[in-house]
């Protein structure tokens, strides 16, 4: 692919698949007992080091890019925490990257920006931490936010089905260039091109597939129930974790994804959107708040002038937004 933003781009897939092989590495660790006792070390090993490899990358490639990461290092520095940094070492070790406790640490710490500013990135390393302890679906999700629009976002997606031409075989990445569409690759096969993916074109509401947040305490499950009701929608919703609701809307899976407030003072994070909404964007669809307005990425680490979130692929957007207005959630 060649076009703006080609270096970042190859930078980002680089580092997210490799993120990603870390994630795996960790999740094939996670036994029933650690979910029964619902430790959430796993998911922090994995968090920790999913960081350390994106940011050191970053750090490489463009040294003057400040990076908005959901993790900082502060809680692994605790003297009492040396055996669990040593995990993360040993995680690193596995694909290759060799730190010191203070390199690993400073990786991890090149996330810790909180200001916006005019060309930054911003990173979840692990999208959907619940889906990931559940062996389900979770995501790494980066994004490059330049003049407080994303220009570029790269999405991995390790348990996640590919579609044509890889048959189905789980693990999948997005990306998208603003202006240049979206496309989708193989994480299995890494040389393989990429294919280009577009929304659905469904515009009958009562055919609509919706997807929706797994937690019910992320995205209110009665309230797109009533909107389900009200637009004779008959499917079932799809319920999966992370970012990967974006990528199911991108490629034309599902026709719309539904973030609706469960609590007045939760603000979204940018990480947990910026990435997903310009593969949806570059697929076509369409992405606003409950208010009809584009997200707005300038200020800082929360969308605070946004409330809820609403995907899709464009020609449902306006008989969601005022069907959510009528039933009192917009
Ligand atoms: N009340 C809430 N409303 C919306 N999103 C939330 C809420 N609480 C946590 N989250 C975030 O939802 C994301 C996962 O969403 P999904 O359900 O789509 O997988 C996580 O990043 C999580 O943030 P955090 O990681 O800080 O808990
Ligand atoms: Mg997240």
Same mark, same amino acid.
């Given at each position: ?158 348990? /996640? ?9 789980? &693990?999948? +990445?997005? !990306? =998208? $260039?603003?202006?240049?569409?979206? *496309? ?118 929360? /969308? ?9 692929? &464009?020609? +449902?957007? !306006? =008989? $969601?937004?005022?069907?959510?207005? *009528?039933?009192?959630?917009?």
């Amino acid at each position: 692919m060649s076009g703006s933003y080609e270096n970042e781009l190859a930078v980002a897939l680089e580092a997210v698949r490799a993120a990603a092989e870390v994630c795996q590495s960790v999740q094939a660790s996670i036994t029933p007992d650690v979910l029964e006792k619902k430790d959430r070390s796993p998911v922090t090993v994995a968090d920790y080091a999913s960081q350390a490899v994106v940011c050191r990358a970053l750090a490489e490639a463009f040294p003057d890019d400040p990076v908005i990461g959901e993790e900082d290092s502060a809680a692994l520095q605790q003297p009492d925490q040396a055996p669990f940094l040593n995990r993360v070492k040993e995680e690193l070790g596995k694909v290759g990257i060799d730190g010191t406790p203070e390199e690993i640490c400073g990786w991890i710490d090149r996330g810790g920006q909180s200001e916006y500013s005019n060309r930054f990135w911003t990173l979840d390393p692990i999208d959907g931490t619940k889906g990931f302890l559940r062996g389900e679906q979770y995501a790494i999700a980066l994004a490059l936010i330049v003049d407080g629009k994303p220009q570029l976002g790269v999405l991995g997606c390790p348990n /996640l089905p590919t579609a044509e031409p890889w048959d189905g075989q789980p &693990g999948c +990445l997005f !990306s =998208a $260039v603003a202006g240049e569409g979206a *496309a989708t690759w193989s994480m299995e096969d890494s040389d393989a091109a990429p294919v280009m993916v577009r929304v659905s074109e469904t515009s009958d509401p009562a055919s609509a597939v919706m997807c929706e947040s797994v937690e019910s305490g992320h995205s209110s499950h009665g309230h797109s129930a009533q909107l389900a009701e009200k637009l004779n929608i008959s499917g079932q919703p799809v319920r999966l974790d992370s970012q990967a609701k974006y990528a199911v809307v991108a490629r034309g899976e599902a026709d719309m994804y539904l973030r609706l407030p469960t609590r007045k003072d939760y603000n979204e994070k940018i990480w947990d959107h910026a990435a997903g909404v310009l593969v949806v964007l570059e697929a076509g669809g369409t992405v606003t708040d409950l208010a009809g307005r584009e997200l707005d990425f300038t200020h800082g680490r929360e /969308l605070r002038e946004n409330r809820g979130v609403i995907v899709t692929n &464009g020609p +449902l957007h !306006s =008989a $969601v937004l005022e069907t959510l207005g *009528a039933i009192g959630v917009a």
